[in-house]
């Protein structure tokens, strides 16, 4: 029956309706609320103390105030001990206002239905908590205004050493916080602050909580499909830290928690403690383990959700698959296939996209490559069109922004790699097929990618015309040093020094300088003169960037290197240790140009030459 609401009280005055209002009710109403201002001002100063943590002041005003031990102090109807814990201060003034109090004025609520012990998780008060514990042990079963015991209020504040404590001693009595909405608020809470250890021990405690929605329709899993940096793919690591990863083993007892909810293990509040042992290494230490209890988690909710009826897990399963497709968390997705073959199927109701169509959408190779592993499956998963009748190769298409890849020359030799790859496993008659709008992929790729390509080019000419510059800088010089040689020539024109070690260290080096800014400038001028079409950002153009920087790179060491034994020769004879100095300063701009260019030279040659992104993840087949 729905709620009804009597005129009469709208307006504040219980019994009187609104023509019956009266100057007289309205100046209570207002004194009522003087009154109020009143108290808080009368209690500022209790206010001011509590924030600071001044047990002295507080003494004094509850010896001369003894109401002021349970008055409400601020508008939110605030305790001093709400705001004690909440300012965290002083441990001693919380332990004194606790002592004085009685148990029931431990239960004492603000405007939001916040108990202390609310404030102590949400503030992340361990010792608060367990002071407020050991006297009333009812505590964390109160719930606040949003049907929240103060373990959701440690979890959704991100607090982890409070929701520990908090779990050890959150009972199984009603109300009931393992289950229903409440339990599944509290695992996504704790997902979302990626406390997911403690999320996969209440799981596996509590298996039906993969079944249930919170209040607002979200479920374990899509909070889970959600966290990309939670799982091994969403984590950009660089190859040093890689090794590290590879080498670094977890003790299986923090990756997997046991116990159940009413008694929970001892490791949950120390296991962290337990694994300090790696000095430096400690952050690579929790970024595996969060992975290994991430995909743990992912696989027990997957395994819950695929033991129900069929129309539910579909319902279940279809937008965490989504979700993960878009974001490249390929681990749950194979999850999800394994647990519910049926999966590779499900397609969402607006564009009616599949999980290979998101992945070539949103350019998720690691998700795409899982095509490898369904055996005969993918041609005919292949064979399916969206809703506006693109097939996968129209999606490979379209344009896909990355902040993965620098240089709009780069991004647009990915997106061609994109297309190739799809191209290569489509039907032969889906090259030639007309979407909705009677475009062949083909011509929605070059109508998509029409900006990319002139920026390419841009950046590839501007590149191009700086390097030129220099590497015809180079040329000049050192080109003009093989005829003013060290040292002079005797009347022969032969060099005085030409049987000298350091002599001949100049010729060479001055010669292989020349060679190579030549070859450089030459690699560059083609660059500058390409007719810039769609398939020259696939190979031709980053390879004669490539070969541009590596020679002019070497071709400015070596015209140090002239440089350096030139001097040498000269100064030897009066300064005996000057190639010392020289040879170190001729290194600041060899490590200079190293450190500017290498990362970009990589790159390239690693898209361009390296090996393909597109293979499949693992052997077996998941479907």
């Known amino acids: 029956m729905e709620d009804t609401v009597d005129p009469s009280t709208t307006t504040g005055q219980k019994g009187l309706s609104e023509d019956e209002i009266t100057p007289d009710s309205q100046s209570r109403n207002h004194a009522g609320t003087e009154d109020k201002h009143q108290d808080y001002i009368k209690y500022l100063q209790l206010y001011n103390a509590a924030v600071k943590g001044d047990w002295g002041i507080t003494k004094s005003i509850l010896e001369s105030d003894p109401n002021a031990l349970t008055a409400k102090i601020t508008s939110h109807s ?12 002083s ?6 206002l606790i002592n004085l109090m009685s148990k029931a004025s431990l239960e004492v609520k603000d405007k939001r239905g916040h108990t202390p012990l609310h404030y102590a998780g949400m503030a992340g008060n361990t010792e608060a908590a367990k002071m407020l514990v050991k006297k009333n042990s009812r505590l964390p079963l109160l719930l606040n205004s949003y049907n929240e015991t103060p373990l959701h209020s440690a979890a959704a504040y991100g607090h982890k050493e409070a929701v520990s404590f908090l779990l050890s001693v959150t009972n199984n009595e009603d109300p009931f916080p393992f289950s229903g909405k409440s339990g599944v608020k509290l695992v996504n809470y704790l997902i979302i602050a990626d406390f997911y250890g403690i999320a996969l021990h209440l799981v596996k405690s509590y298996p039906k909580l993969a079944l249930e929605r919170d209040n607002l329709g979200h479920y374990a899993l899509s909070t889970l499909a959600q966290k990309n940096h939670a799982f091994a793919s969403g984590s950009n690591l660089g190859w040093f830290q890689r090794l590290l990863y590879k080498c670094i083993s977890l003790k299986q007892d923090h990756v997997i928690q046991t116990g159940d909810a009413e008694n929970p293990p001892e490791r949950l509040e120390n296991y962290l403690e337990e694994s300090k042992q790696y000095g430096f290494l400690q952050h690579i230490y929790d970024l595996k383990l969060m992975h290994k209890q991430a995909l743990e988690l992912a696989k027990i909710l997957c ?9 539910e897990v579909m319902n279940l399963l279809g937008a965490p698959l989504r979700s993960a ?12 296939m394994e647990a519910f073959p049926y999966s590779v199927w499900l397609r969402d109701s607006q564009k009616s996209h599949n999980v290979f169509h998101l992945a070539v959408l949103h350019r998720k190779e690691k998700v795409f490559n899982l095509l490898y592993q369904t055996s005969l499956q993918k ?21 896909e922004p990355s902040n993965k890849i620098s240089g709009a020359a780069l991004q647009m030799q990915r997106e061609l790699q994109w297309f190739r790859e799809v191209e290569k496993v489509v039907q032969p008659s889906y090259k030639k097929m007309r979407n909705q709008d009677g475009k062949t992929p083909r011509e929605v790729f070059s109508e998509d990618h029409k900006e990319l390509v002139i920026a390419g080019e841009e950046w590839m000419k501007n590149t191009a015309s700086s390097c030129t510059v220099v590497a015809a800088l180079v040329a000049t010089v050192v080109f003009s040093a093989a005829f003013t ?12 020094f030409l049987s000298d070690v350091p002599f001949m260290i100049f010729a060479i080096s001055d010669a292989l300088a020349l060679f190579t800014s030549s070859t450089s400038v030459l690699m560059f001028l083609g660059m500058l003169t390409s007719r810039y079409s769609e398939e020259d950002f696939l190979r031709a153009l980053p390879m004669r960037l490539s070969i541009g920087l590596i020679t002019l790179f070497f071709s400015i060491v070596s015209m140090l290197a002239a440089f350096s034994s030139a001097l040498h020769i000269v100064l030897v004879h009066r300064i005996g240790w000057i190639a010392v100095p020289i040879g170190l300063m001729a290194c600041v701009p060899v490590t200079l140009f190293a450190f500017l260019q290498f990362p970009l030279l990589l790159q390239i040659i690693s898209s361009t030459f390296g090996p393909s992104i597109f293979h499949p993840q693992r052997k077996e087949s998941i479907y």
């Open 303 to 311: 395994a819950e959700v695929a033991k129900g009826q069929w129309t």
């Open 91 to 96: 441990r001693k003034l919380v332990q004194e």
């Open 379 to 399: 041609h005919f998963l292949m064979a399916l069109k969206d809703n506006t009748r693109n097939n996968i190769l129209h999606l490979a298409g379209k344009l």
């Open 325 to 336: 497709a878009e974001l490249g968390i390929h681990e749950v997705v194979v999850e999800i």
């Open 78 to 89: 605030d305790t001093a001990l709400h705001i004690a814990i909440q300012s965290g201060k």
């Open 485 to 496: 040689v060290p040292g002079g020539n005797n009347s022969d024109g032969i060099p005085f």
